[in-house]
């Protein structure tokens, strides 16, 4: 295996390169996550800090990494005694695919054990094998729900519990965790976020020298590896001894009050949620002073760590653009007398208005624009289901579909690794008139659990919805159902007709805020030509499938129902067989003719108008 490319030799990256050298020295900060485009080092940088990390005892023969001086007391391997011979080792560095199985992350029932020997045993998992090292997560924001639900439990425990298929077991389980992504791919949930200490965003050298030596180097490293590591093995083990130092040293570093109010005046002016925030600082600035061989932490040191620790706990709602808002923290800083961010006014518009509320102006305005029209205030829509159930591709939480975990509806024979259906297996051995169970009696459990799906928008953007007010109420509606799509973990994609045809303003994609973003600036006006809608969510629903065949779509019209340019909309409607639809009737104004509802009912679809789209109605109760 050739040598890992030395941490020393990356150019640039100062901010990631200090997040990841402190989170070594002092774990409690939290980890740390890593956001940058495609190609930007984003795993070479961690894979080489593994070689950093110093060397540990572990107990010999413990698959659970028990450290000799203080064993884990329920250690599934132990009792330790005291006296056992420890063995040294390198930190453990331990990759989580983002399509890992819940048995591989946290260790399940030793199958052949239990068929053969009769024996109920527990196969340890990554969580145990992570144990005192570091945990990496390539495309974090990619990881599927359930594992999420386990990394959060592990991290804010330091054990893992495991209740499965007759296993009771409890170990530890305190790593570094470090997560890369891509933002273009969409953002995690916010709780995962919030469990990392420190983000930091990297981007691609702007400058034509740094990115000639970037070129340079991993040319030279292709070349040799073994070589090119030692040229900078001095200097990796010149960091190394410096992590070690600094872990002796940090238990002995003093925060001044003076520095810990700072810490507290800058968290309440940055406008952060809770105290998570102001621990993760604290924390830092420690590890920054213990770095930099410091007895007591300095305004810089908080400076530092609040640069790094905050950025990502300022954000109000999980569809705000991501990123850091500097001029606000540089404010923050410099500002010698702190006041308190002020809570932001909510958007304009309140809660959806019903139809007889909303002014029924139907002019068509010939090919004019109106002014864009900002959003209402989002809220909690009605939850958008597919019927049937579906086979489950991609975890999420909209429509029923078998899955790997979820609700138990039968048992089968093993397909894959799932989960043994106990009961079952013994009617099969008992069947064959057998008082022991052979490997051709084992069955797999079958789960129902949730899936997400595409949800594709097709809104009319055309004059007679261009009403200022009722526009604002339609973007509310489908602002507050990109929320959901963003909370269900769906796909969405967002197309717009107007004048004469349609135009698919947002692709099918995992990235909620430019779905956002694009909505905020959809302008309206002119003929409506519906059939052009159609025609072209048929045409993105077949890509669609032809690139990804099992995420089921999630067709949702918006619109009144009039068509006064291009075909008629009924002669598309067959090309749009089998996709489940939802029509959102905006139909408004005193006079209807309930050409949305007709609609509907050739698209074999429900139809729900505008005013009952939220999930609770007028009188507050759920829907």
Known sequence: MPAAYPFSAIVGLADLRLALLLTAVNPAIGGVLVRGEKGTAKSTVVRALAILLPELDAVRGCRFGCDPSGP????????????????????????LPVGATEDRVVGTLDIQRALKEGV??????????????????????????????????AAAMGRAHVERDGVSVKHAARFLLVGTMNPEEGEPRPQLVDRFGLVVSVTSPDEPAPRAEVVRRRLAYDADPDGFAARWAAEDASLAHRIADARERLAAVELPDRELDRIARICLAYGVDGLRADIVVARAALTLAAWHGRDAVTAEDVRDAARLALPHRRRRDPLDPPGTDEERLEETLSNEDFEPEPEPEPPGGGAPRGEDGVDGAESEGGAGEQPVAAPGQAYRPRVLTLPKTGERAHAGRRSLAYARRGRVVGARLPLGAGAPHLPATLRAAAARGSRTVAPGDLREAVHVGREANLVLFVVDASGSMA?????????AAVLSLLRDAYQRRDRVGMITFRGTGADEVLPPT???????????????????????????????????????????????LVTDGRNTSGADPLTVVPSLAGTSAVVVDCEAGPVRLGLARRLAAALDAPCVPLAQLSATNRMGRAA
């Open 72 to 95: 884990d007391p329920e250690c599934p391997d132990g009792p330790h005694d005291a006296t056992a011979p420890a063995v040294r080792r390198r930190s453990s560095l331990v990759e």
């Open 120 to 153: 109920k045993a527990y196969e340890p998992g990554l969580l145990a094998t992570a144990h005192r090292g570091l945990l990496y997560v390539d495309e974090v924001n990619l990881l599927p729900d359930h594992l999420v639900d386990l990394l959060l439990d």
């Open 467 to 475: 009403a200022r007010q009722r526009m604002s109420t339609v973007k």
């Open 510 to 556: 995992s990235s909620h805020e430019v779905g956002v973003q694009r909505l905020a600036r959809l302008r309206t006006g002119g003929r409506t030509p519906l059939a052009a809608g159609l025609e072209a969510a048929a045409r993105t629903l077949r890509a669609e499938r032809r690139r990804d065949p099992r995420r089921r779509p999630l067709l949702v």
